[in-house]
């Protein structure tokens, strides 16, 4: 009778399966470079958020001076340091910020965004004064630049409360003005 030998295979002399140290370490780097690049690439950079800031301060505006004439009461608004708010009259006649949970709360910008100028009827607005948006008759005209970055945007206010948003002419190649905003 023939014998059955059983083999068991031998141990390579080879490497153990698994992946070295190096190769984790290149893995890590290679991931480490991906994210850095798409979280630069998704970061909006200091003229875009001027831009946001810019788009929403006007259409803002424009809401606060069409909510004055159709419910009859006055809105103010108010550039400050660092962003702006927007008023109300209160039941003793004192004008009061809107509350936080209001569309109309305080609003801070961007850490590189800034007021260039605020002008009421061709004239600068002196620090910590209101424009009222009344509830009857013509509005101030309002001319408001706020830059970011390298970009300069200007809203301009008519006395009907048409905000339009500008893109400052110096920014641009062509030389003219953008208009931004569809007021």
């Not at 909510?67 to 702006?84: D, F, I, N, V």
């Not at 209001?102 to 061709?122: K, N, P």
């Not at 009344?134 to 830059?147: N, R, V």
Request: proline share 4%; hydrophobic share 45%; aromatic share 8%.
């Amino acid at each position: 009778m023939a014998s059955v030998a059983c083999r068991h295979p031998r141990p390579t002399a080879g490497r153990a399966r698994g992946f070295t140290l190096i190769e984790i370490m290149i893995a890590i780097s290679i991931a480490a470079v991906l994210s850095a690049t798409l979280m630069l690439v998704a970061m909006p950079d200091e003229a875009t958020r001027a831009h946001e800031d810019a788009r929403r301060l006007a259409a803002l505006l424009e809401l606060a001076s069409t909510e004055a004439r159709t419910s009859g009461r006055s809105l103010a608004w108010s550039p400050e340091s660092g962003g702006y708010s927007f008023w109300q009259l209160g039941e003793d006649g004192e004008w009061v910020r809107f509350p936080e949970t209001s569309i109309y709360r305080q609003r801070s910008f961007g850490a590189q965004t800034a007021w260039r100028a605020v002008l009421v009827d061709a004239r600068e607005l002196p620090p910590g004064e209101r424009i009222a948006f009344p509830h009857y008759g013509s509005q101030a005209l309002i001319e408001a630049t706020i830059a970011g970055g390298r970009a300069r945007f200007t809203l301009r206010g008519s006395i009907l409360g048409r905000i339009s948003l500008l893109r400052g002419a110096h920014d641009l190649q062509s030389g003219a003005d953008l208009r931004l905003h569809a007021g």
